[in-house]
Every structure is written in C-alpha cells, then in structure tokens.
C-alpha cells in the first residue's frame, strides 16, 4: 500500500494569521485579474451547472476560506466529475485553491499521532485518537443527540487513517462540487474509545468503539449543512458519489438506508436500519492509508 497522502501531514506548521490574510487576499486579487476562462487548463471544462449550487449557501453566514472562491465559481458553468477522482482543468483549479485554504484552516490544526484501534468495533478501545476539530474548510460537525453543529469534542475522535480518510473524500467531494454544502459528519468514537450505547445519548451506537467508525450525512437538495429530515430531502446524486468514493478510498463497509436507493459492492454496501439520513462508514484496522 502506497504511504498516507501528505496533504494532511502533521509536519504542516500552523502559519501566523497575517500571512494567511496576506495570501487570501493575494488569491483573492489573482482571481479578480484573472478570470476561470483565463487560468491555465483545457478549454473543454465546460458542462451543466450543478442543479443543487445555484443559489448562494444560506448556512455560511460566517466568513469561510472557500467562500469567497466558491461564489467566484457560482456563476460560472462548472465541470461535473462524478465518479471521478482524477480532477482536471477547472477542477484542478479549484482543488488548488481549496487546498491552499486547507493548509490555513482548521485542519492544519489537527494533532496527528498514530492511533491504535484495540478490539472489535462492538467490543473495543482507542489508543491514541485524533480529534476531528469542530469544523473545516471541508467539512462541519453535527451532533446527532440535539441536532446542532457543531458536535461535542468527546464524540469526534478516530485513529489518524480514519481522519484521513475522511478529509481526503471530503477534499474529493468539494473539489468535484466547488460551492456544495461542506461534508457533514456526525460521531466517531468517544477519546479513548469504548461503549457509546444509549448512555452516551439518542439511540447510541453498538459499534464505533475503537476509532474505525464515522458516520456521515447524506447531501441535502437544499444544500444546508444539517441533517436530512426525510429520503426526499437527500440529494441522491451526490450521496451516492460519496459511497463510492468511500468505497474507491478503501472503506471496508458502507451502511446505507434501506430507503434511499443507494448501492455499491456487495461486500462492501450493505443496507441497514436506521440509515437513511446517513450512511455509516467503517475503515479495515492496519497502518495503511485506506487507499
Ligand atoms: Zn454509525
């Protein structure tokens, strides 16, 4: 298996707010003087608008790094790539710019160390989390208990691969979808892992005991960051472009709803109860990177 992707690597040192502002501002300015149609890249980018992102985000009240790149792009026809993990042209373009944020956002804040997931997903510990932060440039938190974002710190941590992971479909998915609702992501596993059964809040989980779990909800047509309320609120288009690249990304199952149609592997994208607003992602143990 080849290493973990670098892009989140612990070595990324936080970098003092001015100069973030500096080179916002300068990538900002690039962007004023050139427009998409004149940055570098084939002239074939061109395809329909995405259906779901013709409206500015009504949840990004607050200042967001992408945000103002998102609404650069908005009008713009943009490049589809479903299914694809091989961003070009356009959405090359995009992904730079977005990771560029990232470097500056709350994910270069993550403490990476190497995790241990002990036992089974039902019976288990965590040795050595990492906390998922609150939120990112990719992606918020949502607390499955009360519904608000974000969630509370105790119920976002996971070994290192599966934060990986994670960021790494949630970088696929925005740079695919620049402008689209950022990845909303719900419970990992507690600190150090263990039971998190109906004790802990709602309905609880049997697994997510040892870092290897993480549920994700589904994109809503609406395009808010919030959890879908029914199947009908769920964008099925880009739910199941997210299965898919958790399935390509090395998931060893995906849960899904039985009501919302989406599919995948056999092996690997299972139906079960209580899944249709999210699907629940679980990584294999092992050092690898998941990819
Ligand atoms: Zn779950």
Request: proline share 11%; charged share 25%.
């Amino acid at each position: 298996m080849p290493p973990p992707r670098p892009r989140f690597a612990a070595t990324q040192p936080p970098r003092p707010r001015f100069a973030a502002r500096h080179l916002l501002v300068a990538v900002l300015a690039a962007l004023l003087l050139y427009p998409p149609d004149l940055l570098p890249g084939p002239a074939t980018t061109s395809a329909a608008p995405h259906p779901t992102r013709a409206a500015p985000h009504p949840t990004r009240a607050a200042p967001h790094p992408t945000q103002a790149e998102s609404h650069r792009t908005q009008g713009a026809p943009q490049r589809d790539l479903p299914g694809s993990g091989a961003p070009t042209g356009r959405v090359a373009q995009a992904e730079k710019r977005m990771l560029a944020a990232v470097h500056r956002g709350p994910e270069a804040a993550i403490r990476w160390r190497r995790s241990r997931a002990l036992g089974k997903p039902n019976h288990g510990r965590l040795l050595a989390g990492v906390e998922l932060p609150a939120a990112g440039t990719l992606f918020v938190t949502v607390d499955p208990v009360t519904r608000a974002s974000p969630n509370r710190a105790w119920r976002r941590y996971g070994t290192d691969r599966l934060l990986r992971v994670l960021l790494a479909v949630a970088e696929e998915h925005a740079a695919a979808h620049p402008g689209a609702a950022r990845l909303v992501i719900g419970d990992l596993s507690r600190p150090h892992g263990g039971r998190f059964g109906p004790e802990y809040g709602g309905d609880g989980h049997r697994s997510h005991q040892n870092g290897l779990d993480a549920d994700v909800y589904y994109p809503r047509r609406d395009g808010l960051e919030r959890i879908p309320r029914r199947v009908g609120q769920i964008d099925r288009r880009l739910a199941q472009e997210l299965v898919d690249r958790f399935v390509r990304a090395g998931a060893q199952y995906v849960f899904v709803g039985p009501r919302t149609g989406l599919r995948g592997p056999a092996k690997v994208v299972m139906t079960l109860a209580n899944h249709d607003d999210h699907l629940h992602v679980r990584i294999r143990p092992g050092a690898g990177s998941g990819r």
